[in-house]
């Protein structure tokens, strides 16, 4: 039982005993990145450490990396009191976001717009919270994977239709698409987060916040390959593996011959059981014919956040993919 850290211990020891040094340790899953770092540790084996990773994990400790390497971010405070809380509010004004400093998926992040809402939230302990403005724009993520040099030797970026936050509390169908041509300041942020994090062997997941002016804001990093399905979409939008290519990173094995390129939009549509949509499976099926990529029930895990069902569509076009990403999802 890898949630007993005891039982993770000896069994490492015993795989050290029985095989010589662990080289690395790596999960690809946010909830068992403290583990990892926690038996780096006491193994003595490369990679993020407790406290570094501590930093990189926390709202908190996020802000102030992305501060020190001029990435504009949202600010916000660690919760300390209901006065403190009321305080910020006064200052910055509804709506605001509270949400665990370390936390993953949207879970207790909750969106106040009025008093009585606010006080429904502060009626609970919120031990180990921030609290930040609420930031209207469309959320982009700069994803990829570095190597052990911290050079970026795969990137991408993923448009999506809202974020996290309303898809998991108000249930909304989500979809989500890579974009072909990476904007030139997302990818100078990108590139500038992921040094200032050190990030080496390992993927990345950014998000940021696009405004309605064209620049962005950095809302959180995840040293982790982005969620569900979306390895499987870089892949698809390139005609690669990123797996064989994150395996030569962590081996050293040379990279030529991995060079890649953005052929399609891969775009990715969910829906939730008990909504009536216009279009049943079998109409869907024959309209896309070869775009249509992948449909499956999502594991439970993931559906509070990804729908009950999903689609995954390809296409060079942009227009047409979104277009066909309206179709799953018109109800």
Same mark, same amino acid.
């Given at each position: $039982?890898?949630?007993?850290?005891?039982?993770?211990?000896?069994?490492?020891?015993?795989?050290?005993?029985?095989?010589?040094?662990?080289?690395?340790?790596?999960?690809?899953?946010?909830?068992?990145?403290?583990?990892?770092?926690?038996?780096?540790?006491?193994? $003595?084996? =490369?990679?993020?450490?407790?406290?570094?990773? $501590?930093?990189?994990?926390?709202?908190?400790?996020?802000?102030?990396?992305?501060?020190?390497?001029?990435?504009?971010?949202?600010?916000?405070?660690?919760?300390?009191?209901?006065?403190?809380?009321?305080?910020?509010?006064?200052?910055?004004?509804?709506?605001?976001?509270?949400?665990?400093?370390?936390?993953?998926?949207?879970?207790?992040?909750?969106?106040?717009?009025?008093?009585?809402?606010?006080?429904?939230?502060?009626?609970?302990?919120? %031990?180990?919270?921030?609290?930040?403005?609420?930031?209207?724009?469309? *959320?982009?993520?700069y994803d990829g994977l570095a190597d052990g040099s911290g050079r970026i030797v795969f990137e991408t970026a993923h448009g999506y239709s809202a974020g996290i936050m309303e898809v998991v509390n108000e249930q909304r169908d989500v979809s989500y698409w890579n974009l072909r041509e990476i904007p030139g300041e997302?990818? %100078?942020?990108?590139?500038?987060?992921?040094?200032?994090?050190?990030?080496?062997?390992?993927?990345?997941? *950014?998000?940021?916040?696009?405004?309605?002016?064209?620049?962005?804001?950095?809302?959180?990093?995840? *040293?982790? =390959?982005?969620?569900?399905?979306?390895?499987?979409?870089?892949?698809?939008?390139?005609?690669?593996?990123?797996?064989?290519?994150?395996?030569?990173?962590?081996?050293?094995?040379?990279?030529?011959?991995?060079?890649?390129?953005?052929?399609?939009?891969?775009?990715?549509?969910?829906?939730?059981?008990?909504?009536?949509?216009? %279009?049943?499976?079998?109409?869907?099926?024959?309209?896309?014919? $070869? %775009?249509?990529?992948?449909?499956?029930?999502?594991?439970?895990?993931?559906?509070?956040?990804?729908?009950?069902?999903?689609?995954?569509?390809?296409?060079?076009?942009?227009?047409?993919?979104?277009?066909?990403?309206?179709?799953?999802?018109m109800t």
């Amino acid at each position: $039982n890898v949630d007993d850290y005891e039982q993770a211990y000896r069994a490492l020891a015993y795989f050290t005993w029985r095989h010589g040094r662990i080289d690395r340790i790596d999960s690809h899953n946010e909830h068992w990145l403290g583990l990892e770092a926690r038996l780096r540790e006491d193994f $003595n084996i =490369p990679g993020p450490r407790p406290a570094e990773m $501590n930093q990189r994990r926390t709202k908190s400790g996020m802000a102030h990396l992305f501060r020190s390497a001029g990435v504009p971010h949202i600010e916000g405070e660690r919760v300390t009191s209901p006065e403190q809380v009321c305080a910020f509010v006064r200052a910055h004004g509804f709506p605001v976001v509270l949400k665990p400093d370390l936390g993953v998926g949207a879970a207790r992040t909750y969106k106040v717009s009025k008093d009585a809402e606010l006080d429904a939230v502060l009626s609970a302990p919120l %031990r180990d919270f921030i609290v930040q403005p609420f930031i209207a724009g469309n *959320i982009v993520s700069y994803d990829g994977l570095a190597d052990g040099s911290g050079r970026i030797v795969f990137e991408t970026a993923h448009g999506y239709s809202a974020g996290i936050m309303e898809v998991v509390n108000e249930q909304r169908d989500v979809s989500y698409w890579n974009l072909r041509e990476i904007p030139g300041e997302l990818v %100078r942020l990108g590139r500038r987060t992921v040094e200032a994090f050190d990030i080496r062997e390992r993927f990345f997941h *950014i998000e940021f916040f696009e405004l309605p002016d064209g620049s962005y804001r950095a809302l959180e990093v995840n *040293i982790r =390959p982005p969620g569900g399905f979306t390895t499987d979409m870089m892949n698809y939008s390139a005609d690669v593996d990123v797996y064989r290519l994150w395996a030569a990173v962590l081996t050293g094995d040379p990279l030529h011959g991995l060079a890649y390129e953005r052929k399609y939009h891969v775009g990715y549509a969910s829906r939730r059981w008990g909504r009536r949509y216009r %279009r049943s499976h079998p109409e869907l099926v024959e309209m896309l014919g $070869n %775009r249509l990529l992948v449909h499956r029930e999502m594991p439970r895990a993931f559906a509070g956040a990804m729908g009950d069902e999903m689609y995954l569509i390809r296409d060079p076009d942009e227009r047409r993919m979104q277009q066909a990403l309206a179709e799953i999802q018109m109800t």
